[in-house]
């Protein structure tokens, strides 16, 4: 029978299941009521001002100065956030004509062009118990204005209220981006929607399409059909389709980069049109993971015409004044094997396939800036011959960023900001696109556009993809964003929790998706003691599941390991308690006991889960973990038991638990427990009890 939280709650001498969470909660500094403002990314300059504005049913918005349907629109928007946010029937009031508003916006002038890079972000926004003021240069600093009220609505003991704060924000870099790979799993319109929606939320300013890979084309074109006919699985982004993601992210103040891969990662374009590797066809769509032989051949001129045409067809749609061409991986096998590209080589006096690839990019280059766009490329393509404009965007490592900038180009960071590798938020929060440049000149730095965070969609579906999205792209938002200085990551979690939550109220499914799918594989079982045990486990990190199966383009993504967040907040506040109760403080009994607790609410729940499990298929590979959990929450236990006694254990109970935990530490059904760090702690607290 699982041990409800209730029981523990009564057991506790509380009223249940939920003082017990908000114990827990408190404990992790979460639920900190403050004068310190729930926003992310934190902006520039806060100034605390006393009292607060409420929000309530007369709600109204003034735009004052510059016009634009954008603005409007926006403001529209905040009023339907608002309404969400606070169960009140608000009606849309936006004018130009208003005497009093709750929120005056100012907007000075318009915005250089429709997609400047660069544009001034900065907005002043002075809240006031009678009301707010919001002020921008343009209206791109007036969105960036909108996203944060947005996030500072909260309910108060008067109602629902906006702290009166002045605040003076602009971003630390002006390049903040999410790229997107909808090529190993399609990711359809209503994901790219509801992510600019989140990406808008947290001052997110660019939306990196990968477009085009070994697994599939995914978009249409006109030109060349076979590309998405013979490229795809049916699933494509059209003309049209495009047009209506770049108005939505226009709408929101986000740029739209495609990403074309290339000469590598084309095996999409060879299926098609064989004859750009110089091939005469019989190549198929790549259905795994990986770095394949497909490749452009350098040599052919007609390589140069398709893609010219292509290029002519493709900055038609996209209207960003960057154009990325990939680069990445490129292992040059068809390369080597060709005498035709040998004898290329030679004749041209090129030394390596590393400039056999500069070549090509200085190809692709000149193809891109006749037609006004600066090409964007991973690190691979970094090389003296490349046009100043050039952007690198570094995978490989913040050094390579830097190396850019020393020789001159424009770069921006993702190494350390892969979503898929499965990290804490902290560990994102702590990369710095300036981390690898100390020696970097003030001319150079400013080379450093920014960052963007990757989500690659080798493991994840339309389903899933939020869950490895949000909440961590807050705080890689808030490092691109917010002074360098703001490095607080008690705070960065304190806030997460605010903004989770609101980013689950703009309609992201990270949180929504989470109990479906636990029942689905519970089946005609209650879900609960699944969720117990799924609240505390994360999937194995930095693609550990390639290592633990086959996995193809078709493999269902419907196992615990794709419910399980990356990041438990479970372990994290247990890790928080633990150290808590092992700090000799005030809270240290107390503390203690919440712990003991939790333990033996993780130590009874195997009963219940077997059960469940018994009856899934798609559960029997997590029974060892089920009952893991138990086994090192008793280990747990009985650690506090020593530490409550102030006796030392034996050694020899000492050695077997270190090597207990040592052993669980492996991943099962690619999923780790992530409260083993914690109960280490313990076990090592207790080993250290003198005589
Ligand atoms: C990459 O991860 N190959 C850009």
């Not at 992310?40 to 006393?50: D, F, H, N, S």
């Not at 051949?297 to 960057?322: C, K």
């Not at 570094?394 to 898929?420: K, P, Q, T, V």
């Not at 077997?656 to 059904?669: D, K, S």
Request: proline fraction near 6%; include cysteine.
């Amino acid at each position: 029978m699982i041990t409800q939280p209730t029981e523990i709650g009564r057991r506790l001498g509380v009223a249940g299941c939920s003082a017990l969470f908000a114990a827990i909660w408190a404990c992790a500094g979460s639920a900190v009521a403050g004068p310190k403002i729930n926003v992310m990314p934190l902006p520039e300059r806060v100034k605390p001002v006393a009292g607060s504005l409420v929000i309530d049913a007369e709600f109204k918005i003034a735009i004052r100065g510059h016009r634009e349907s954008r603005i409007e629109r926006a403001a529209v928007r905040l009023i339907e956030t608002i309404r969400t946010l606070t169960g009140i029937p608000i009606e849309s009031h936006v004018g130009y004509n208003y005497r009093r508003a709750t929120l005056v916006i100012e907007c000075g002038g318009p915005c250089e062009t429709r997609h400047a890079f660069g544009e001034d972000e900065s907005h002043t926004l002075e809240i006031t118990p009678q009301g707010a003021t919001l002020r921008a240069a343009n209206p791109i600093g007036v969105l960036r204005g909108l996203a944060t009220f947005a996030q500072l609505v909260e309910t108060s003991s008067e109602g629902f209220a906006v702290t009166a704060t002045n605040i003076d924000d602009r971003p630390r870099f002006p390049w903040r981006g999410l790229l997107i790979d909808v090529c190993r799993h399609w990711q359809p319109m209503a994901v790219i929607k509801r992510n600019l929606d989140g990406m808008a939320a947290v001052k997110l300013n660019v939306l990196h399409l990968h477009l085009s890979d070994d697994q599939a084309f995914r978009v249409g074109s006109r030109q060349f059909p076979r590309l998405h006919r013979d490229g795809s699985d049916g699933h494509f982004f059209t003309a049209g389709d495009l047009r209506e993601i770049a108005s939505y992210a226009y709408d929101r103040g986000i740029r739209v980069v495609p990403e074309f891969d290339m000469p590598g990662h084309t095996t999409s374009w060879l299926v098609g049109y064989p004859d750009l590797a110089g091939s005469s066809g019989g190549i198929t769509l790549e259905t795994t993971w990986g770095v394949f032989d497909g490749c452009f051949d350098p040599t052919r001129e007609e390589l140069y015409s398709f893609l010219d045409t292509f290029f002519e067809e493709m900055t038609a749609t996209f209207r960003d004044p960057f154009f990325h061409i990939g680069g990445d991986e490129v292992n040059g096998v068809l390369w080597d094997k060709s005498a035709t590209v040998r004898s290329f080589r030679k004749r041209t006096g090129l030394s390596d396939n590393r400039d056999l690839q500069a070549h090509f990019n200085k190809r692709v280059s000149v193809l891109l800036e006749k037609r006004g766009r600066s090409m964007i490329g991973w690190d691979e393509i970094l090389h003296p011959d490349l046009p100043p404009g050039t952007v690198i965007q570094s995978w490989r490592g913040g050094e390579s960023l830097a190396d850019a900038a020393r020789r001159g180009f424009r770069g921006i960071l993702s190494n350390g900001y892969y979503l898929d590798h499965l990290q804490p938020a902290s560990f994102h929060y702590q990369v710095d696109p300036l981390s690898g440049g100390d020696d970097l000149t003030p001319d150079e730095r400013a080379l450093v556009l920014g960052g963007e965070a990757c989500m690659w969609s080798e493991y994840v579906t339309p389903e899933t993809i939020d869950s490895r999205i949000w909440p961590r792209l807050a705080a890689i938002a808030e490092r691109l964003w917010s002074p360098g200085s703001v490095t607080d990551v008690d705070d960065m979690y304190r806030r997460l929790v605010h903004v989770n939550r609101h980013l689950d109220m703009l309609g992201l499914r990270h949180r929504a998706n989470y109990v479906p799918m636990l029942e689905r594989l519970s089946g005609r079982h209650p879900v609960d003691a699944l969720r117990v045990l799924c609240d505390v486990v994360e999937p194995v990190k930095n693609y550990g599941r390639s290592a633990a199966r086959r996995y193809t383009t078709t493999t269902p993504l419907n196992r615990l390991v794709d419910a399980a967040r990356p990041e438990s907040q479970s372990a994290r506040r247990f890790s928080v308690l633990v150290d808590r109760a092992l700090s000799g403080g005030a809270h240290g009994q107390p503390d203690r006991v919440l712990a003991r607790h939790w333990l033996d609410f993780w130590r009874n729940n195997h009963g219940a889960l077997a059960v469940v499990i018994r009856d899934s298929f798609l559960l029997r590979e997590i029974e060892p973990l089920s009952r893991e959990l138990a086994s090192l929450s008793a280990v747990g236990i009985e650690a506090l038991d020593f530490l409550e006694r102030g006796a030392p254990p034996p050694a020899t109970w000492s050695t077997a638990q270190v090597a207990l935990l040592e052993r669980a530490g492996q991943p099962q059904a690619e999923l780790t427990l992530a409260i083993i760090p914690a109960i280490q702690k313990l076990v090592a607290a207790a080993g250290e009890i003198s005589d």
